[in-house]
């Protein structure tokens, strides 16, 4: 009987984390783990990795007697219970650095294909119903106030980007001062209200904690200008979904790009009708390189849990 330590990589990752846990332990790799499956399995593992679509609830922590580390490959830990994890002095990391570039790269591909249309004008090329340009009629980013709210790894990355594009940006983080994102090119405001008067873009960048839960909803929703487009890829639920569904048909604000909804896939059929929305199915993370980074730093954390 080998007496490697064991992990599990409990759905479908990069090889080079992989590659990396196999030089020094055994591991055992599946393509998908449902909690069932896992409670009864976990007994036999020292570290676990996953990445989308695990969950590690108390059934499967209390069945998983060896276990020192979940390792995340990825930034959100909602599929986790954190609380009893840390009850019972279970390590769990995630790798928030990974994939900060591809959030921000995706925050202006969404902008620029609200901004421009370009979902709705590549369906009609598509379907050969003519070549009226004047119906894709879109406007600039430069000139325009971008609005971040959450200013952290990506949010900074974010308006580094913004700047290149000739935008002004303003920013709301209670945990950021006037100095820390002035050091970024940034004028803190005190308030999210006070980004969604200032701002023509409005970018999400926050946690899901009970205080951000519905952050954005009807209020919000109509206080923004009319040519207001809001981004969100950060979680679904920071954002009442059927009020920002309203607002778009009212016309309330101009457009939105969607990378995370309350629930994925998204349950409101009318958000799949709406011409003023482009819809990504939770892919901000989802670049070969970022994915590669998140398995790596996953992998180097369990190596370094698991020394002897």
């Not at 980007?161 to 006037?178: I, K, S």
Request: glycine share 8%; aromatic share 6%; net charge negative.
């Amino acid at each position: 009987m080998s007496s490697k330590k064991r992990v599990l990589v409990a759905e479908t990752l990069e090889q080079a984390g992989i590659d990396l846990l196999r030089e020094r332990f055994e591991v055992d790799v599946r393509e998908r783990t449902d909690e069932e499956t896992l409670a009864k399995i976990i007994g036999d593992y020292d570290a676990l990795m996953i990445k989308t679509y695990t969950r590690v609830s108390k059934p499967v922590i209390d069945n998983a007697k060896k276990l020192k580390i979940v390792a995340r490959a990825g930034s959100g830990l909602d599929k986790v219970d954190l609380a009893y994890a840390k009850e019972v002095g279970l390590t769990v990391r995630n790798t928030p650095q990974a994939n900060v570039v591809s959030v921000a790269e995706l925050v202006f591909g969404l902008m620029l294909a609200v901004s421009r249309k370009l979902a709705a004008a590549d369906r009609y090329v598509r379907s050969q119903a003519g070549w009226d340009r004047d119906r894709f009629t879109g406007v600039e980013l430069a000139g325009k106030t971008l609005g971040i709210v959450g200013f952290g790894n990506i949010g900074k990355l974010v308006a580094r980007r913004a700047l290149a594009f000739d935008m002004q940006v303003v920013g709301y983080d209670p945990f950021v001062d006037a100095a820390g994102m002035a050091e970024h090119g940034v004028r803190k405001v005190e308030t999210v209200d006070d980004v969604i008067d200032a701002a023509d873009y409005i970018t999400v960048h926050v946690p899901l904690l009970d205080s951000t839960r519905g952050l954005f909803s009807t209020a919000q929703f109509a206080r923004m200008k009319r040519n207001a487009i809001f981004i969100n890829t950060a979680r679904g639920e920071v954002v009442d979904e059927p009020a920002l569904i309203a607002a778009l048909q009212k016309g309330e604000i101009a457009g939105a790009g969607l990378d995370v909804y309350e629930a994925e896939p998204p349950n409101h059929p009318e958000l799949l009708t709406l011409d003023n929305v482009v819809l990504c199915p939770h892919i901000g993370a989802a670049t070969r390189e970022a994915l590669n980074r998140m398995t790596v730093q996953a992998a180097e954390m369990i190596i370094d849990a698991l020394k002897d």
